[in-house]
Protein backbone atom coordinates (compact mmCIF):
# COMPACT_ATOMS: atom_id res chain seq x y z
CA UNK A 1 0.00 0.00 0.00
CA UNK A 2 1.88 3.42 -0.82
CA UNK A 3 0.80 6.32 1.18
CA UNK A 4 1.12 8.92 -2.36
CA UNK A 5 -1.40 10.72 -3.22
CA UNK A 6 -1.62 11.13 -7.75
CA UNK A 7 -3.00 13.21 -9.74
CA UNK A 8 -3.81 12.16 -13.03
CA UNK A 9 -5.22 14.87 -15.62
CA UNK A 10 -7.29 13.30 -18.07
CA UNK A 11 -9.19 9.91 -18.74
CA UNK A 12 -8.01 9.14 -21.84
CA UNK A 13 -6.81 5.55 -22.34
CA UNK A 14 -3.04 7.25 -21.11
CA UNK A 15 -4.28 8.51 -18.57
CA UNK A 16 -7.27 6.05 -17.42
CA UNK A 17 -5.19 3.20 -17.68
CA UNK A 18 -2.28 5.11 -15.53
CA UNK A 19 -5.10 5.31 -12.44
CA UNK A 20 -6.38 1.94 -13.28
CA UNK A 21 -2.67 0.62 -12.51
CA UNK A 22 -2.29 3.18 -9.36
CA UNK A 23 -5.61 1.74 -8.10
CA UNK A 24 -4.86 -1.58 -8.30
CA UNK A 25 -1.30 -0.80 -6.28
CA UNK A 26 -3.49 0.84 -3.56
CA UNK A 27 -2.57 4.25 -4.27
CA UNK A 28 -4.85 7.27 -3.58
CA UNK A 29 -5.41 8.70 -7.43
CA UNK A 30 -7.71 11.67 -8.57
CA UNK A 31 -8.13 11.88 -12.00
CA UNK A 32 -9.65 14.83 -13.20
CA UNK A 33 -11.22 14.67 -16.74
CA UNK A 34 -12.67 18.03 -19.09
CA UNK A 35 -15.16 16.00 -20.39
CA UNK A 36 -18.62 14.38 -19.68
CA UNK A 37 -17.24 10.78 -19.85
CA UNK A 38 -14.01 8.90 -20.28
CA UNK A 39 -12.08 7.10 -23.09
CA UNK A 40 -10.85 10.87 -24.65
CA UNK A 41 -10.81 10.49 -28.51
CA UNK A 42 -11.45 6.43 -27.81
CA UNK A 43 -14.77 6.95 -26.21
CA UNK A 44 -18.07 5.36 -27.30
CA UNK A 45 -20.93 7.69 -27.61
CA UNK A 46 -24.58 6.90 -28.32
CA UNK A 47 -26.37 7.96 -30.88
CA UNK A 48 -29.76 7.62 -32.59
CA UNK A 49 -30.41 3.78 -29.93
CA UNK A 50 -26.74 3.02 -31.13
CA UNK A 51 -23.51 3.03 -29.85
CA UNK A 52 -20.69 4.39 -32.18
CA UNK A 53 -16.71 5.66 -31.51
CA UNK A 54 -15.59 8.47 -32.41
CA UNK A 55 -14.14 7.21 -35.45
CA UNK A 56 -12.73 4.09 -36.24
CA UNK A 57 -11.08 2.38 -33.57
CA UNK A 58 -9.34 -0.70 -34.25
CA UNK A 59 -7.46 -1.71 -31.33
CA UNK A 60 -3.97 -3.43 -31.81
CA UNK A 61 -1.12 -4.37 -30.10
CA UNK A 62 1.77 -7.13 -30.12
CA UNK A 63 3.39 -6.26 -26.64
CA UNK A 64 2.43 -8.52 -24.60
CA UNK A 65 1.99 -5.73 -21.39
CA UNK A 66 -0.68 -4.45 -23.17
CA UNK A 67 -2.54 -6.85 -24.25
CA UNK A 68 -2.31 -8.83 -21.35
CA UNK A 69 -4.01 -5.51 -19.72
CA UNK A 70 -6.52 -5.13 -22.35
CA UNK A 71 -7.46 -8.87 -22.21
CA UNK A 72 -7.82 -8.20 -18.20
CA UNK A 73 -10.09 -5.69 -18.58
CA UNK A 74 -12.39 -6.92 -21.43
CA UNK A 75 -12.78 -10.51 -20.22
CA UNK A 76 -14.68 -12.15 -22.63
CA UNK A 77 -16.71 -9.66 -24.06
CA UNK A 78 -15.16 -8.55 -27.13
CA UNK A 79 -15.27 -10.14 -30.84
CA UNK A 80 -12.47 -10.77 -33.85
CA UNK A 81 -13.94 -8.44 -36.25
CA UNK A 82 -12.26 -9.33 -40.17
CA UNK A 83 -10.99 -6.07 -41.59
CA UNK A 84 -12.40 -5.10 -44.50
CA UNK A 85 -10.91 -1.38 -45.54
CA UNK A 86 -10.85 0.09 -49.34
CA UNK A 87 -9.48 3.38 -50.79
CA UNK A 88 -11.42 4.88 -52.91
CA UNK A 89 -9.87 6.46 -55.72
CA UNK A 90 -11.15 7.87 -59.08
CA UNK A 91 -14.00 6.18 -58.92
CA UNK A 92 -12.99 2.83 -57.65
CA UNK A 93 -11.91 0.64 -54.80
CA UNK A 94 -8.77 -0.60 -54.34
CA UNK A 95 -8.06 -3.12 -50.96
CA UNK A 96 -6.33 -1.71 -48.20
CA UNK A 97 -4.00 -3.16 -47.07
CA UNK A 98 -3.04 -3.06 -51.53
CA UNK A 99 -3.73 -6.56 -52.88
CA UNK A 100 -0.69 -5.86 -55.80
CA UNK A 101 -2.67 -7.60 -58.65
CA UNK A 102 -5.99 -6.00 -57.73
CA UNK A 103 -4.81 -2.43 -57.52
CA UNK A 104 -2.57 -2.91 -60.87
CA UNK A 105 -5.77 -4.01 -62.66
CA UNK A 106 -8.04 -1.38 -61.37
CA UNK A 107 -5.28 1.19 -62.03
CA UNK A 108 -5.50 -0.07 -65.75
CA UNK A 109 -2.63 -1.45 -68.06
CA UNK A 110 -0.84 1.98 -68.47
CA UNK A 111 -0.87 3.51 -64.75
CA UNK A 112 0.25 0.10 -64.12
CA UNK A 113 3.45 -0.16 -66.22
CA UNK A 114 4.23 3.29 -64.92
CA UNK A 115 4.20 2.55 -61.00
CA UNK A 116 6.37 -1.22 -61.83
CA UNK A 117 8.60 1.41 -63.58
CA UNK A 118 9.03 3.81 -60.79
CA UNK A 119 9.22 1.30 -58.62
CA UNK A 120 12.23 -0.28 -60.63
CA UNK A 121 13.64 3.08 -60.51
CA UNK A 122 14.04 3.14 -56.82
CA UNK A 123 15.46 -0.08 -56.51
CA UNK A 124 17.94 0.96 -58.78
CA UNK A 125 18.57 4.39 -57.90
CA UNK A 126 16.78 5.22 -55.07
CA UNK A 127 15.25 8.82 -54.21
CA UNK A 128 17.96 10.47 -51.88
CA UNK A 129 16.08 10.99 -48.37
CA UNK A 130 15.86 14.51 -47.04
CA UNK A 131 14.09 13.69 -43.76
CA UNK A 132 10.63 14.32 -45.52
CA UNK A 133 7.67 11.91 -45.72
CA UNK A 134 8.03 12.37 -49.68
CA UNK A 135 11.35 10.88 -49.83
CA UNK A 136 10.83 7.97 -47.79
CA UNK A 137 7.83 6.91 -49.50
CA UNK A 138 9.10 7.63 -52.83
CA UNK A 139 12.06 5.98 -52.32
CA UNK A 140 10.49 2.65 -50.81
CA UNK A 141 7.50 2.49 -53.61
CA UNK A 142 8.48 4.96 -56.51
CA UNK A 143 7.29 7.95 -57.52
CA UNK A 144 3.85 6.93 -59.25
CA UNK A 145 2.25 4.59 -56.35
CA UNK A 146 3.40 7.71 -53.88
CA UNK A 147 1.25 10.11 -55.63
CA UNK A 148 -1.63 7.95 -56.17
CA UNK A 149 -2.18 5.78 -52.61
CA UNK A 150 0.08 8.20 -50.52
CA UNK A 151 -0.27 11.44 -51.21
CA UNK A 152 -3.10 13.07 -51.48
CA UNK A 153 -5.23 10.90 -48.09
CA UNK A 154 -1.31 12.18 -46.16
CA UNK A 155 -2.14 15.63 -47.52
CA UNK A 156 -5.75 15.83 -46.56
CA UNK A 157 -4.94 14.73 -43.00
CA UNK A 158 -2.15 16.81 -42.20
CA UNK A 159 -2.94 20.04 -44.18
CA UNK A 160 0.38 20.12 -45.21
CA UNK A 161 2.42 19.70 -48.21
CA UNK A 162 4.63 15.89 -47.97
CA UNK A 163 7.80 17.64 -48.76
CA UNK A 164 6.83 19.27 -45.14
CA UNK A 165 5.84 16.69 -43.87
CA UNK A 166 8.30 14.74 -41.48
CA UNK A 167 9.57 11.18 -42.39
CA UNK A 168 8.89 9.80 -38.51
CA UNK A 169 5.56 10.07 -39.60
CA UNK A 170 5.78 7.26 -42.14
CA UNK A 171 8.42 6.03 -39.82
CA UNK A 172 5.93 5.15 -37.19
CA UNK A 173 2.55 4.25 -39.50
CA UNK A 174 3.96 2.27 -42.33
CA UNK A 175 7.93 1.43 -41.51
CA UNK A 176 7.96 -2.35 -42.36
CA UNK A 177 5.47 -1.98 -45.12
CA UNK A 178 6.85 -3.31 -48.32
CA UNK A 179 5.68 -4.31 -51.89
CA UNK A 180 7.53 -6.57 -52.32
CA UNK A 181 6.29 -8.38 -49.59
CA UNK A 182 2.93 -7.67 -50.75
CA UNK A 183 3.99 -8.62 -54.26
CA UNK A 184 5.79 -11.88 -52.95
CA UNK A 185 2.50 -12.83 -50.52
CA UNK A 186 -0.21 -12.32 -53.66
CA UNK A 187 2.09 -14.43 -55.97
CA UNK A 188 2.91 -17.18 -53.92
CA UNK A 189 1.40 -17.32 -50.98
CA UNK A 190 1.92 -16.91 -47.18
CA UNK A 191 1.06 -15.53 -43.67
CA UNK A 192 1.42 -12.34 -45.20
CA UNK A 193 2.88 -8.88 -44.32
CA UNK A 194 2.82 -9.01 -40.65
CA UNK A 195 3.20 -5.46 -40.03
CA UNK A 196 1.11 -3.84 -37.72
CA UNK A 197 -1.05 -1.81 -40.43
CA UNK A 198 -1.55 -4.52 -42.49
CA UNK A 199 -3.26 -7.09 -39.96
CA UNK A 200 -6.46 -8.64 -41.32
CA UNK A 201 -7.86 -9.28 -37.83
CA UNK A 202 -8.79 -7.19 -34.54
CA UNK A 203 -10.17 -7.32 -31.02
CA UNK A 204 -13.49 -5.25 -30.60
CA UNK A 205 -15.47 -5.24 -27.47
CA UNK A 206 -19.03 -5.88 -27.74
CA UNK A 207 -19.73 -2.36 -25.74
CA UNK A 208 -17.47 0.06 -28.20
CA UNK A 209 -13.88 0.62 -27.91
CA UNK A 210 -14.94 2.77 -24.47
CA UNK A 211 -15.59 -0.24 -22.76
CA UNK A 212 -12.51 -0.95 -21.72
CA UNK A 213 -12.12 2.45 -20.15
CA UNK A 214 -15.87 2.47 -18.77
CA UNK A 215 -14.64 -0.26 -17.12
CA UNK A 216 -11.26 0.64 -15.48
CA UNK A 217 -12.84 4.14 -14.40
CA UNK A 218 -15.60 1.93 -12.61
CA UNK A 219 -12.47 -0.09 -10.62
CA UNK A 220 -10.77 3.34 -10.41
CA UNK A 221 -14.09 4.53 -8.19
CA UNK A 222 -14.65 1.41 -6.66
CA UNK A 223 -11.06 1.17 -5.02
CA UNK A 224 -10.37 4.43 -3.64
CA UNK A 225 -9.50 6.61 -6.39
CA UNK A 226 -11.98 9.35 -8.09
CA UNK A 227 -12.62 10.08 -11.13
CA UNK A 228 -14.09 13.55 -11.43
CA UNK A 229 -15.58 14.04 -14.83
CA UNK A 230 -16.29 17.68 -16.33
CA UNK A 231 -13.20 19.15 -14.43
CA UNK A 232 -10.32 20.86 -16.45
CA UNK A 233 -7.39 21.54 -15.02
CA UNK A 234 -6.07 24.96 -15.58
CA UNK A 235 -2.46 23.94 -15.04
CA UNK A 236 0.01 22.18 -13.00
CA UNK A 237 1.85 23.85 -10.12
CA UNK A 238 5.53 23.98 -9.11
CA UNK A 239 7.85 24.37 -6.34
CA UNK A 240 11.34 23.59 -5.63
CA UNK A 241 11.57 22.11 -9.32
CA UNK A 242 8.54 19.60 -8.93
CA UNK A 243 4.71 19.33 -9.11
CA UNK A 244 2.94 19.81 -5.81
CA UNK A 245 -0.27 20.75 -6.84
CA UNK A 246 -3.28 21.27 -9.65
CA UNK A 247 -5.83 24.15 -10.36
CA UNK A 248 -8.49 23.56 -11.41
CA UNK A 249 -10.38 26.03 -13.68
CA UNK A 250 -13.20 26.27 -11.18
CA UNK A 251 -10.26 27.87 -9.39
CA UNK A 252 -9.57 25.60 -6.71
CA UNK A 253 -6.27 24.05 -6.08
CA UNK A 254 -5.33 20.70 -4.46
CA UNK A 255 -1.76 18.83 -3.02
CA UNK A 256 -0.49 15.68 -4.84
CA UNK A 257 3.02 13.99 -4.24
CA UNK A 258 2.78 13.31 -8.04
CA UNK A 259 1.27 14.36 -11.46
CA UNK A 260 0.31 12.87 -14.89
CA UNK A 261 -0.48 14.94 -17.23
CA UNK A 262 -2.10 13.46 -20.54
CA UNK A 263 -3.82 17.38 -20.94
CA UNK A 264 -2.64 18.46 -24.15
CA UNK A 265 0.96 19.41 -24.10
CA UNK A 266 1.44 23.11 -25.29
CA UNK A 267 -1.12 24.00 -23.12
CA UNK A 268 0.44 22.45 -20.42
CA UNK A 269 3.54 23.30 -20.68
CA UNK A 270 3.10 26.95 -21.64
CA UNK A 271 1.43 27.38 -18.12
CA UNK A 272 3.49 25.65 -16.16
CA UNK A 273 4.83 28.99 -13.54
CA UNK A 274 8.39 29.36 -14.23
CA UNK A 275 8.54 27.95 -17.25
CA UNK A 276 11.71 29.54 -19.41
CA UNK A 277 10.49 31.82 -22.01
CA UNK A 278 12.45 29.87 -24.70
CA UNK A 279 10.79 26.89 -23.96
CA UNK A 280 7.48 28.40 -24.43
CA UNK A 281 8.14 29.89 -27.90
CA UNK A 282 9.49 25.80 -28.89
CA UNK A 283 6.43 24.49 -27.42
CA UNK A 284 3.99 27.25 -29.17
CA UNK A 285 5.63 26.26 -32.22
CA UNK A 286 4.32 22.85 -32.10
CA UNK A 287 1.00 22.22 -34.13
CA UNK A 288 -2.19 20.16 -34.40
CA UNK A 289 -4.78 18.90 -36.71
CA UNK A 290 -8.41 19.21 -35.57
CA UNK A 291 -10.91 16.53 -36.95
CA UNK A 292 -15.04 16.82 -37.78
CA UNK A 293 -16.46 14.18 -37.68
CA UNK A 294 -20.06 13.97 -39.22
CA UNK A 295 -22.14 11.34 -38.50
CA UNK A 296 -25.11 10.07 -40.59
CA UNK A 297 -28.24 8.33 -40.19
CA UNK A 298 -28.41 6.21 -43.07
CA UNK A 299 -31.93 3.99 -43.27
CA UNK A 300 -30.51 0.66 -44.70
CA UNK A 301 -28.95 -2.22 -43.67
CA UNK A 302 -26.34 -3.63 -46.10
CA UNK A 303 -25.04 -0.43 -47.57
CA UNK A 304 -21.03 -1.19 -48.34
CA UNK A 305 -18.70 -3.87 -46.66
CA UNK A 306 -16.35 -2.17 -45.11
CA UNK A 307 -15.58 -1.04 -41.52
CA UNK A 308 -14.18 2.21 -43.15
CA UNK A 309 -12.78 3.59 -46.59
CA UNK A 310 -9.93 5.92 -47.16
CA UNK A 311 -11.05 8.72 -49.76
CA UNK A 312 -8.20 9.35 -51.87
CA UNK A 313 -10.26 11.17 -54.07
CA UNK A 314 -9.18 14.53 -54.70
CA UNK A 315 -12.48 15.77 -55.65
CA UNK A 316 -13.87 15.53 -52.21
CA UNK A 317 -13.07 16.95 -49.04
CA UNK A 318 -13.37 13.99 -46.56
CA UNK A 319 -10.64 11.59 -45.67
CA UNK A 320 -12.50 8.59 -44.43
CA UNK A 321 -15.60 7.23 -44.34
CA UNK A 322 -16.60 4.20 -41.24
CA UNK A 323 -19.99 1.96 -41.40
CA UNK A 324 -20.05 1.33 -37.78
CA UNK A 325 -23.14 -1.79 -38.85
CA UNK A 326 -19.71 -3.71 -40.30
CA UNK A 327 -18.04 -4.01 -36.61
CA UNK A 328 -20.02 -5.90 -34.11
CA UNK A 329 -23.08 -6.23 -33.88
CA UNK A 330 -23.81 -5.92 -30.48
CA UNK A 331 -23.26 -1.57 -30.97
CA UNK A 332 -26.10 -1.57 -33.81
CA UNK A 333 -28.09 -2.87 -30.91
CA UNK A 334 -30.69 -4.28 -33.39
CA UNK A 335 -31.49 -1.20 -35.68
CA UNK A 336 -32.29 -0.95 -38.87
CA UNK A 337 -30.08 1.64 -40.10
CA UNK A 338 -26.61 2.28 -40.38
CA UNK A 339 -24.51 5.08 -38.57
CA UNK A 340 -22.06 6.32 -41.03
CA UNK A 341 -18.95 9.10 -39.79
CA UNK A 342 -17.29 10.97 -42.08
CA UNK A 343 -14.01 12.36 -41.14
CA UNK A 344 -12.78 15.91 -42.07
CA UNK A 345 -9.71 17.67 -41.31
CA UNK A 346 -8.62 21.47 -40.70
CA UNK A 347 -6.81 23.56 -38.64
CA UNK A 348 -8.29 26.75 -36.28
CA UNK A 349 -8.26 29.26 -38.53
CA UNK A 350 -9.51 27.10 -41.70
CA UNK A 351 -13.06 28.03 -42.68
CA UNK A 352 -14.79 24.34 -42.14
CA UNK A 353 -13.75 24.05 -38.04
CA UNK A 354 -15.97 27.80 -38.32
CA UNK A 355 -18.76 26.33 -40.32
CA UNK A 356 -22.13 25.84 -38.67
CA UNK A 357 -23.04 22.38 -38.08
CA UNK A 358 -26.25 22.25 -40.82
CA UNK A 359 -23.81 22.96 -43.00
CA UNK A 360 -21.59 20.58 -42.09
CA UNK A 361 -24.01 17.40 -42.43
CA UNK A 362 -25.14 19.20 -45.95
CA UNK A 363 -21.27 18.73 -46.98
CA UNK A 364 -21.02 15.16 -45.36
CA UNK A 365 -24.56 14.20 -47.50
CA UNK A 366 -23.40 15.77 -50.62
CA UNK A 367 -20.12 14.26 -50.84
CA UNK A 368 -21.09 10.81 -49.46
CA UNK A 369 -24.03 10.33 -52.37
CA UNK A 370 -20.95 11.35 -54.87
CA UNK A 371 -19.01 8.26 -53.49
CA UNK A 372 -22.15 6.06 -55.32
CA UNK A 373 -22.16 3.92 -51.53
CA UNK A 374 -25.17 4.77 -50.05
CA UNK A 375 -27.32 4.61 -53.70
CA UNK A 376 -30.89 6.19 -52.80
CA UNK A 377 -30.98 5.48 -49.11
CA UNK A 378 -32.72 7.80 -47.22
CA UNK A 379 -30.60 10.18 -44.61
CA UNK A 380 -32.78 10.55 -41.67
CA UNK A 381 -30.38 12.33 -39.14
CA UNK A 382 -26.80 14.18 -38.96
CA UNK A 383 -24.60 14.97 -35.91
CA UNK A 384 -21.33 16.47 -35.88
CA UNK A 385 -18.60 16.39 -33.36
CA UNK A 386 -15.79 18.84 -32.94
CA UNK A 387 -12.12 17.53 -32.30
CA UNK A 388 -9.75 19.87 -31.41
CA UNK A 389 -6.29 18.98 -31.82
CA UNK A 390 -6.57 15.53 -32.71
CA UNK A 391 -3.38 15.10 -34.44
CA UNK A 392 0.26 16.09 -33.18
CA UNK A 393 1.77 17.45 -36.81
CA UNK A 394 4.85 15.71 -36.92
CA UNK A 395 5.85 19.23 -39.95
CA UNK A 396 9.46 18.76 -40.40
CA UNK A 397 12.03 20.35 -38.40
CA UNK A 398 9.24 19.33 -35.29
CA UNK A 399 12.20 17.87 -33.20
CA UNK A 400 13.99 20.65 -33.05
CA UNK A 401 11.14 22.39 -31.01
CA UNK A 402 9.99 19.08 -29.35
CA UNK A 403 13.52 17.58 -28.38
CA UNK A 404 14.04 21.05 -25.73
CA UNK A 405 10.62 20.92 -24.22
CA UNK A 406 11.30 17.01 -23.59
CA UNK A 407 14.47 17.84 -21.88
CA UNK A 408 12.91 20.71 -19.99
CA UNK A 409 10.13 18.42 -18.43
CA UNK A 410 12.86 15.83 -17.56
CA UNK A 411 14.15 18.13 -14.73
CA UNK A 412 11.09 18.59 -13.15
CA UNK A 413 10.18 15.98 -10.34
CA UNK A 414 7.22 14.46 -9.89
CA UNK A 415 5.55 15.19 -13.24
CA UNK A 416 5.19 12.60 -15.78
CA UNK A 417 3.94 13.48 -19.44
CA UNK A 418 1.69 10.76 -20.92
CA UNK A 419 -0.52 10.82 -24.33
CA UNK A 420 -1.12 11.89 -27.48
CA UNK A 421 -1.89 15.45 -26.99
CA UNK A 422 -0.16 15.33 -23.74
CA UNK A 423 2.99 14.27 -24.93
CA UNK A 424 2.91 14.98 -28.63
CA UNK A 425 2.86 11.67 -29.81
CA UNK A 426 1.20 10.29 -32.87
CA UNK A 427 -0.42 7.48 -30.36
CA UNK A 428 -2.65 5.05 -30.97
CA UNK A 429 -4.71 3.49 -27.81
CA UNK A 430 -1.95 0.56 -27.85
CA UNK A 431 0.91 3.29 -27.30
CA UNK A 432 -0.82 5.44 -24.77
CA UNK A 433 -2.41 2.40 -23.06
CA UNK A 434 1.84 1.84 -22.52
CA UNK A 435 2.64 5.02 -21.70
CA UNK A 436 -0.27 5.47 -18.93
CA UNK A 437 1.34 1.39 -17.78
CA UNK A 438 4.83 2.77 -17.65
CA UNK A 439 3.79 6.01 -15.63
CA UNK A 440 1.80 4.10 -13.02
CA UNK A 441 5.22 1.63 -12.42
CA UNK A 442 7.25 4.67 -12.88
CA UNK A 443 5.15 5.75 -9.57
CA UNK A 444 4.56 2.45 -7.85
CA UNK A 445 8.07 0.51 -8.10
CA UNK A 446 10.46 3.52 -8.76
CA UNK A 447 11.53 2.37 -12.34
CA UNK A 448 12.80 5.09 -14.59
CA UNK A 449 10.72 3.88 -18.18
CA UNK A 450 11.47 6.57 -20.54
CA UNK A 451 8.00 7.57 -21.45
CA UNK A 452 9.43 9.94 -24.27
CA UNK A 453 10.53 6.26 -25.90
CA UNK A 454 7.36 4.97 -25.94
CA UNK A 455 6.02 5.38 -29.84
CA UNK A 456 9.35 5.56 -30.88
CA UNK A 457 11.56 2.91 -29.60
CA UNK A 458 9.27 0.54 -27.97
CA UNK A 459 8.59 -2.16 -30.79
CA UNK A 460 11.78 -3.49 -29.95
CA UNK A 461 10.11 -4.70 -26.70
CA UNK A 462 10.79 -8.86 -26.52
CA UNK A 463 7.60 -10.47 -25.68
CA UNK A 464 5.17 -10.55 -28.19
CA UNK A 465 2.02 -11.46 -28.47
CA UNK A 466 -1.68 -10.77 -30.49
CA UNK A 467 -5.46 -11.25 -29.24
CA UNK A 468 -7.65 -13.72 -30.93
CA UNK A 469 -10.82 -15.48 -30.16
CA UNK A 470 -9.60 -17.26 -27.16
CA UNK A 471 -7.46 -15.03 -25.87
CA UNK A 472 -3.57 -14.24 -25.84
CA UNK A 473 -1.15 -16.10 -28.34
CA UNK A 474 2.57 -15.59 -28.47
CA UNK A 475 4.26 -14.73 -31.58
C1 LIG B 1 -10.81 9.44 -35.75
C2 LIG B 1 -9.82 8.67 -34.94
C3 LIG B 1 -9.56 7.35 -35.24
C4 LIG B 1 -8.65 6.62 -34.48
N1 LIG B 1 -8.45 5.31 -34.78
C5 LIG B 1 -7.69 4.56 -33.99
C6 LIG B 1 -7.56 3.17 -34.22
O1 LIG B 1 -8.10 2.62 -35.19
N2 LIG B 1 -6.81 2.44 -33.36
C7 LIG B 1 -6.21 3.00 -32.27
O2 LIG B 1 -5.60 2.27 -31.48
N3 LIG B 1 -6.28 4.32 -32.05
C8 LIG B 1 -7.00 5.11 -32.87
N4 LIG B 1 -7.10 6.45 -32.64
C9 LIG B 1 -6.23 7.06 -31.63
C10 LIG B 1 -6.74 6.92 -30.22
O3 LIG B 1 -8.03 7.46 -30.10
C11 LIG B 1 -5.77 7.68 -29.34
O4 LIG B 1 -4.48 7.18 -29.52
C12 LIG B 1 -6.07 7.58 -27.87
O5 LIG B 1 -7.38 7.92 -27.57
C13 LIG B 1 -5.11 8.51 -27.14
O6 LIG B 1 -5.33 8.42 -25.77
P1 LIG B 1 -4.79 9.55 -24.81
O7 LIG B 1 -5.25 9.21 -23.46
O8 LIG B 1 -3.35 9.70 -25.05
O9 LIG B 1 -5.45 10.90 -25.32
P2 LIG B 1 -6.96 11.30 -25.46
O10 LIG B 1 -7.78 10.17 -25.92
O11 LIG B 1 -6.94 12.53 -26.30
O12 LIG B 1 -7.41 11.67 -23.99
C14 LIG B 1 -7.04 12.85 -23.35
C15 LIG B 1 -8.12 13.20 -22.33
O13 LIG B 1 -7.71 14.37 -21.61
C16 LIG B 1 -8.83 15.20 -21.41
N5 LIG B 1 -8.37 16.57 -21.18
C17 LIG B 1 -7.88 17.45 -22.08
N6 LIG B 1 -7.55 18.60 -21.49
C18 LIG B 1 -7.84 18.45 -20.18
C19 LIG B 1 -7.73 19.29 -19.06
N7 LIG B 1 -7.27 20.53 -19.18
N8 LIG B 1 -8.12 18.82 -17.87
C20 LIG B 1 -8.61 17.56 -17.73
N9 LIG B 1 -8.75 16.72 -18.77
C21 LIG B 1 -8.36 17.16 -19.98
C22 LIG B 1 -9.63 15.03 -22.70
O14 LIG B 1 -10.98 15.42 -22.50
C23 LIG B 1 -9.46 13.54 -22.97
O15 LIG B 1 -10.47 12.78 -22.37
C24 LIG B 1 -7.97 7.24 -33.41
C25 LIG B 1 -8.22 8.57 -33.11
C26 LIG B 1 -9.12 9.28 -33.86
C27 LIG B 1 -9.39 10.71 -33.52
Redesign the pocket.
Known sequence: MSKKKVAV???????ITAAYELAKAGVEVHV????PRVG???QTIELWGQKVD???????SNDTRVNKLWLEVAGKDYKMVDRLTRIYYKKKFFYYPLKPFDALFKLGIGTATVCMASYMKERVSPTKPDGSFETWVTSRFGKKLYSIFFKTYTEKLWGIPCHELDADFAAQRIKKLSLWEAVKNAVVGGKGNKHKTLVDQFAYPTGGTGMIYERMEQFVNANGGKVILN???KRVLTQNGGAIAVELENGSTEKYDETIS???FS?MVSRLPDVPDTIREKVNALTYRN?I?VFLNVEAKNLFPDNWLYVHASDLQMGRITNFRNWVPEINCGKDSCIIAI?YWCYNEDQMWNDSNEKLIELGTQELLKTGLIGNAKISDGFVYK?PR?YPVYSRGYKDNLKPVEDYLTTLKNLHV?????AFKY??????ILMGLMAAENIVKGTNHNLWEINTDYEDYQEKSTITATGLSSE
Do not use: K, W
Request: with cysteine.
Open positions: IGAGPAGYEAGGLAIGPHRFFSPVSMPLTIEICIGRYGNNQDHS
